[in-house]
C-alpha cells in the first residue's frame, strides 16, 4: 500500500543509490518506498519474498526511479558476494546501506542462527559492500531498543536471545566506526521500541499474549511500522548524531548503558 507520509525532501537524494536488506515488505519496504519517493535508486532486496519484491519494484519504478530487485541468503556469504556484484554491475557504486533484515524468532532454525544472521551476517554484508562504498555514503544498522540495552535493561525471555545477539551485531558493527570514517563511510544505529504491526512483534504476543499491549502502556504509543521506517529514511540522510546514535521513541524504562 502507498504510503502518504513523505519524511524526505523531494529530490533530497536524486543521484544517490540505496540497498535496503529485508525489503520486500514491512520496515524494511517502506524505507525502500520513502527513499525513492526522495529520488533514490533503490535495490531492494529479499531472501523468499520475490512476488512481494517484484510488486514493491513495480510501485517505485512509477516514481521514475531505477529499481533492481535481489535475492539473496544474507547467512551465505557467496549469495552476498553476488548481490553486490548484480548492484555493482547495474549501479557502479551505492550511496546507502540499510542493514534492516533481521530475525531469530523463527521457528526450525539453527540454535545460532539468530547470531549468524543478527551478528554475522551483518558484519559480512557490510564487508563486501564497501568497495562499493564510496566517499560519503552512509550505513544504517536498524535495531531494537530491547537488543540496544540489553545489558542494562532485561528484556522478555522469549526475546533475549534476539536481543543479545542484535546486540553483539551493533557492537562488532561500532568496532569498525573508525574504519569506515578514514574511508569516509558515515555509520548511525536506529534504535526503536517494539513496532506495532512487525513480524517480530506477532511472534513475541504468540509466545507471550498482553506482552505488547503492556509494553504500549509503558511506553505511551508504539511506533507503527510505517513510522518507523520513516525513522530509519530520515537517517540516511540526517546529519549523523555524535554518539552515531537515533533513538526513536520512549527510553525513560531503558537504564542507560
Known sequence: MTQTLNPLPESSLSGRTALVTGSSRGIGADTARYLAQAGADVVINYRNKAPRAEKLATELRELGVQVLVVGADLTDPTSVQAMFDEVANTFGSLDILVLNASGGMESGMAEDYALLLN????????????????????????????????????????????????????????????????RGVEFVVVSGDMIEGTITATLLERANPGAIAARREDAGKLYNVSEFAAEVAQAALDPVPADNTRLVGDVSSFGAE
Open 119 to 182: 551478528r554475522d551476517a551483518q558484519v559480512n554484508v557490510l564487508e563486501t559492500a564497501l568497495p562499493i562504498l564510496g566517499e560519503g555514503s552512509r550505513v544504517v544498522f536498524v535495531t531494537s531498543h530491547q537488543a540496544h540495552f540489553i545489558r542494562t535493561t532485561p528484556t522478555m525471555p522469549e526475546y533475549e536471545p534476539v536481543a543479545l545477539s542484535k546486540r553483539a551485531g551493533e557492537d562488532a558493527l561500532r568496532e569498525r566506526i573508525p574504519a569506515l570514517a578514514e
